[in-house]
């Protein structure tokens, strides 16, 4: 009969994977039993912090896994990894848009425009430099601060401005949680050159007119599009990756940066929509908005496709 004590350390085991489980359930359960002969603790006792805490890191370990696991859990973590990286460059892109607004202090007068310290995006910029050169502990300790900032800083702003910077935050927490789980101890290192070489149409896609002081419509219009080049990017991926086919993890990926990107560009509509003189440019954000919902449910539907197909051989 089962001692109460098995019980705790079995439901423990539960954040694991089956198929890992199937494995190595009893031996896992006997090491924790083997030194625990007591009858009240066996009773009484629970797992430890120490074993609770090394079983949930095995159990990122296991359900996002590298490499040695089943198929799916090897794509659900690749998935993991390259929203974080791509998160990186969004993140490098928007830092740059920002930097260049905190140190011109000019920056065109667009509706809800949040301001960004410049120490803050030194801290944005040094994250994914870290991480595209192989400092993965730099870049997670960045991170980690960076969704801080978020946390405590923005929601002490006032007005709409501080909502907005609250919806440029989600994309912000979801790369520095996916960098945090997704690139465990047993995740290879991302090859670093091409990452560091995307930096350059990362800067180029922060390109943005806040050095210009006029507020005319024009202005107004070409620093909408032009710094918020982003969510096109994502849809000019995705489409290639539709039409192209490739990877699953690419496509749930793009899939997932679609739907991050969903409540800013809501937002920005939804603005825009009051603004009489702004035809042109709501129409834009329009169609963009449409597309991106469009092409994030593609993906989606493109990516269970490929899940569906029969299972790759586990990785040694």
Not at 99 to 108: N, P, Y
Not at 149 to 159: A, F, K, R
Not at 214 to 241: M, N, Q
Not at 291 to 303: D, E, I, R, Y
Request: with cysteine; proline share 7%.
């Amino acid at each position: 009969m089962r001692s109460n004590l098995e019980n705790r350390y079995r439901r423990l085991l539960r954040v694991l994977p089956r198929w890992y489980r199937d494995e190595r359930e009893e031996e896992m359960v006997g090491l924790f039993l083997a030194d625990r002969t007591d009858d009240l603790d066996l009773e009484h006792g629970r797992p430890g912090w120490g074993e609770t805490g090394a079983t949930l890191a095995l159990a990122v370990r296991t359900r996002l896994a590298a490499s040695a696991a089943p198929d799916r859990a090897v794509v659900l973590g690749d998935v993991v990894r390259l929203v974080a990286m791509v998160g990186l460059l969004v993140q490098l892109s928007y830092a740059f848009r920002w930097f260049g607004q905190a140190l011109t202090s000019t920056a065109v007068e667009s509706p809800g425009a949040p301001a960004v310290p410049v120490a803050v995006n030194l801290v944005l910029v040094g994250g994914p430099l870290a991480m595209f050169t192989g400092h993965r502990t730099l870049a997670k300790v960045l991170a980690v601060l960076t969704a801080l900032y978020g946390v405590v800083v923005v929601p002490l702003t006032d007005g709409p401005v501080a909502f907005l910077g609250l919806l440029w935050q989600v994309p912000m927490w979801a790369t520095a949680a996916a960098l945090l789980v997704g690139f465990h101890r047993d995740a290879p290192a991302p090859a670093g050159r091409p990452w560091l070489w995307a930096c350059v149409p990362a800067a180029v896609v922060a390109a943005d007119f806040g050095a210009l002081t006029s507020s005319s419509a024009v202005v107004v219009f070409l620093s909408a599009t032009a710094g918020e080049l982003v969510p096109l990017v994502v849809i000019a991926a995705g489409a290639v990756r539709l039409v192209r086919g490739g990877s699953v993890a690419w496509t749930f990926a793009l899939a997932v940066w679609s739907v991050l990107l969903l409540p800013v560009e809501l937002w920005y509509l939804t603005l825009y929509l009051s603004y009489p003189s702004g035809t042109a440019l709501t129409v834009f954000l329009a169609v963009r908005t449409a597309v991106l919902v469009v092409v994030a449910a593609a993906l989606v539907v493109a990516g269970l496709r490929g899940l569906r197909r029969p299972p790759l051989p586990v990785t040694p």
